[in-house]
């Protein structure tokens, strides 16, 4: 079969590799219908996350055909049509348990990582039971692949971290896919004003047509200011920060409101500063995560009772065989106005 393989940093080919077989009775084998890329490939990609060992299989999103299942898998047979989940969990250990399928003992964020993953024509799959969703026929499947990774990343660290609720003022810093899947799934809550900042004005214009109440291009005078002016000088309920620099983190704590939730969704490569000298009297809640996508099945019934359009974030689509070209559209987001771009395996 063939797929997009890491070489070490800024290396990558499209290339023959033997397809994947059962290693466990709990794996499956899945044939890939559609993929896309990530932010945190192109992070991979500059040699940001060293764990990913030259020859690995790149990718953690996607929707495919169940090829072949181990003895131990229960929920799914050949031919099932399956959504992938970019966190592989087991159900059964402590953090399991508790909701916290990014942190399970035997899986969390591996596809891609530290096994084999998704761009490619073949992918395994482990704790298949617990790490794949069914998906219904005749669905615009965009929608799906949209579900594998930002869609739950969004709604989990940004909206319910946030504790959204009906008549709130948000501010989202980053209009970038996850700060956009943070506005359609914010809607949810029926907030009375979605306040978009970003530096790209496509990506605004891009928020505005998705529903943001108000945009604000960032780098062009005082954004907290015009925040305050927005706001009557109170600033935002729920503050999402989806970018990941300590610029944002700071504008962040500088907008939100007393009894505001600051929901920080970003991946940090830096410390940032944190302002207790004026948040410790403001009652403000601060809140971390790493996807879990334990909303996977909420979303799911979302997306099939029309009231949440995923797909509406997919700019771009190419044959599987042309991801050399697409992971050079995607890496130039702004020249090329690309948010998600579909890979589709035919
Ligand atoms: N917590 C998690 O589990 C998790 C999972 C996936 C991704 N992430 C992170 O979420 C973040 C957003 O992901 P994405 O795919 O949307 O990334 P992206 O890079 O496509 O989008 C980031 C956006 O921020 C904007 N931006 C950059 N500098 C800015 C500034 N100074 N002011 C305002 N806007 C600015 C960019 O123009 C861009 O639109 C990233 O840090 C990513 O690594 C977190
Ligand atoms: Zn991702
Ligand atoms: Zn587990």
């Known amino acids: 079969m063939k797929a997009l393989v890491y070489h070490g940093p800024g290396k990558k080919m499209w290339e023959e590799r033997p397809k994947p077989t059962l290693k466990q009775d709990t794996d499956a084998v899945v044939k890939m219908h559609k993929t896309t890329i990530c932010g945190t490939d192109l992070h991979i990609m500059k040699g940001d996350v060293p764990e990913v060992i030259d020859g690995r299989i790149l990718g953690h999103e996607g929707i495919g055909v169940i090829d072949e299942v181990g003895r131990g898998v229960k929920n799914f047979r050949k031919g099932d049509r399956v959504l992938i989940s970019c966190i592989s969990a087991c159900g059964n250990c402590e953090f399991c348990k508790k909701g916290m399928y990014s942190h399970c003992e035997s899986g969390g964020w591996i596809l891609g990582h530290t096994i084999d993953g998704t761009?490619?024509?073949?992918?395994?799959?482990?704790?298949?039971?617990?790490?794949?969703?069914?998906?219904?026929?005749?669905?615009?499947?965009?929608?799906?692949v949209m579900l594998s990774d930002i869609f739950p990343?969004?709604?989990?660290?940004?909206?319910?971290?946030?504790?959204?609720?009906?008549?709130?003022?948000?501010?989202?810093v980053g209009a970038g896919p996850i700060g956009l899947a943070a506005l359609l799934t914010a809607k949810f809550y029926s907030p009375s004003r979605i306040i978009m900042i970003d530096v790209d004005d496509g990506r605004l214009e891009k928020a505005r047509q998705l529903g943001a109440?108000?945009?604000?291009?960032?780098?062009?005078g005082n954004i907290v200011d015009k925040v305050m002016d927005l706001t009557g000088g109170r600033g935002v309920d729920v503050a999402i920060e989806a970018v990941g620099i300590p610029a944002t983190f700071d504008i962040c704590q500088s907008i939100i409101a007393p009894g505001g939730h600051i929901a920080n969704i970003g991946v940090f490569g830096t410390s940032v500063d944190l302002h207790m000298e004026k948040l410790w009297a403001h009652n403000i809640t601060l809140?971390?995560?790493?996807?879990?996508?334990?909303?996977?099945?909420?979303?799911?019934?979302?997306?099939q009772a029309g009231t949440l359009h995923p797909e509406q974030l997919v700019t771009h689509h190419f044959p599987l065989s042309d991801i050399m070209k697409a992971y050079d559209t995607f890496s130039h987001a702004k020249e090329e106005k690309a948010l998600k771009v579909v890979l589709e395996n035919k």
Request: glycine share 8%; proline share 6%.
């Open 119 to 144: 761009q490619a024509e073949y992918v395994r799959i482990p704790l298949a039971d617990t790490s794949l969703y069914h998906i219904p026929e005749g669905m615009n499947e965009d929608a799906f």
């Open 153 to 172: 990343t969004a709604f989990e660290c940004g909206v319910l971290n946030g504790q959204v609720k009906p008549g709130d003022t948000v501010g989202i």
């Open 213 to 220: 109440t108000d945009i604000i291009k960032s780098k062009e």
């Open 287 to 303: 809140t971390t995560r790493l996807v879990d996508t334990v909303t996977t099945p909420m979303l799911l019934k979302s997306v």
